[in-house]
Nanobody
C-alpha cells in the first residue's frame, strides 16, 4: 500500500496550491482519508478529512473557508485545494487513509500514511 502526495511548492501569501494524494496497492473507496500537516517543531495536525463516498467532509478551523478536500475514487486520488494561503500554512502536508469509514481528526484513526509534500508560503 502506498500513498503518494504531490503538488506542494513555494507560493506567495494569498496564492493557491492543489495537493494530490494517489493511492496504490489497494482501494480506499470505502475508507476515510485525511490531510495532515506538520510544521518544524510542532506536532502533526489534522487539516481536512473526507469519507469514502465523498459525501461528508471535516475541516480544522484553520482550513475552513480556504481549503477544500475532494476525492476521485476512479483515480484513487484525494485532493486538497488550498486558497488564500498564509505563511502559517507552511508545513509538510501528508495524506492518510483509515480502515474506517468515518472522518476523525485524531492521527491514530489512520492506518496508512504517505511521505508528504512541502508547502512553503512566503509573506
Amino acid at each position: 500500500v502506498q500513498l503518494q502526495a504531490s503538488g506542494g511548492g513555494l507560493v506567495q501569501a494569498g496564492g493557491s496550491l492543489r495537493l494530490a494524494c494517489a493511492a496504490s496497492g489497494r482501494t480506499f473507496s470505502n475508507n476515510a482519508m485525511g490531510w495532515f500537516r506538520q510544521a518544524p517543531g510542532q506536532e502533526r495536525e489534522f487539516v481536512a478529512g473526507i469519507t469514502g463516498s465523498g459525501t461528508a467532509t471535516d475541516y480544522a478551523d484553520s482550513a475552513k473557508g480556504r481549503f477544500t478536500i475532494s476525492r476521485d475514487n476512479a483515480k484513487s486520488t484525494v485532493y486538497l485545494q488550498m486558497n488564500s494561503l498564509k505563511p502559517e500554512d507552511t508545513a509538510v502536508y501528508c495524506c492518510a487513509a483509515s480502515h474506517g469509514a468515518a472522518v476523525m481528526r485524531r492521527t491514530t484513526w489512520y492506518n496508512f500514511w504517505g511521505q508528504g509534500t512541502q508547502v512553503t508560503v512566503s509573506s
